[in-house]
């Protein structure tokens, strides 16, 4: 099945300090991407959706200017958290959609990366 | 605007028995897709099963089943045969208008114990 991996898979960083995370589809292209957050047992919540070549779209109340997200190639989008703070600490993870007809039916996620801001 | 609801924050199956994760939604869009995901303590997002809104049967995916009523807008998923392995957080997850570049947004969640 479609693969899509993260990294890294953790992170530790100083308050102050921007962290990116990538995320890849191995063996698909993916057009559109999209960025989670998850709070220690709560939901999904969608932050972004990634289009490549085209800036992201930002869900209402998350700031385009903290998480900068960028969409270069059909197989990798990134999201960068700039001045990290502890609120920022989270599990972020991306999912894909494909284009090549396999898996058009569901998102494949990524393993996830979970931040820890000091 | 679409939305999830799981009401059942924690259920409490023994092994071997049968347990239905309960899930309603709620949208306006004539076509949409239905998901469950599971997700054990290492945080992946595993994907279980899926459901058009068009599709005439429920589907099944070896122990998992999707109970599909639409009028009454529910998809809960049925897990037959319980294993000690699906102790997990399972949520139910919408998609409107088809399946390609549109968002999916999440129920809040059901954490399911499987008991030996």
């Known amino acids: 099945g479609a693969v899509v991996s993260q990294h890294p898979s953790w992170v530790i960083c100083k308050s102050g300090t921007s962290v990116k995370i990538e995320c890849r589809s191995l063996?698909?292209?993916?057009?559109?991407m999209f960025w989670y957050r998850q709070f220690p047992k709560q939901s999904l919540m969608l932050m972004a959706t990634s289009n490549e070549g085209s800036k992201a779209t930002y869900e209402q109340g998350v700031e385009k200017d903290k998480f900068l997200i960028n969409h270069a190639s059909l197989t990798l989008s990134t999201l960068t958290v700039t001045s990290a703070h502890p609120e920022d600490s989270s599990f972020y993870i991306c999912?894909?959609?494909?284009?090549?007809?396999?898996?058009?039916?569901?998102?494949?996620f990524g393993p996830g990366t979970r931040l820890t801001v000091l | 605007a679409q939305k999830i609801t799981q009401t059942q924050p924690g259920m409490f199956v023994q092994e071997k028995e049968a347990v239905t994760l309960d899930c309603t939604y709620d949208?306006?869009?004539?076509?949409?897709?239905l998901f469950w995901y599971k997700q054990p303590s290492s945080g992946e997002m595993i994907f279980l099963i899926y459901q058009g809104s068009y599709d005439q049967q429920n589907a099944t995916e070896g122990r998992y089943s999707l109970n599909f009523q639409k009028a009454r807008k529910s998809a809960n998923l049925v897990i037959s045969a319980s294993q000690l392995g699906d102790s997990a957080m399972y949520f139910c997850?919408?998609?409107?208008?088809?399946?390609?570049?549109?968002?999916?947004?999440f129920g809040a969640g059901t954490r399911l114990f499987v008991k030996a």
């Open positions: 999912s894909a959609d494909g284009t090549s007809g396999r898996g058009t039916d569901t998102q494949y």
């Open positions: 949208t306006s869009d004539p076509s949409y897709g």
């Open positions: 063996d698909f292209q993916a057009t559109t």
């Open positions: 997850a919408m998609r409107e208008g088809g399946t390609g570049g549109f968002k999916t947004i």
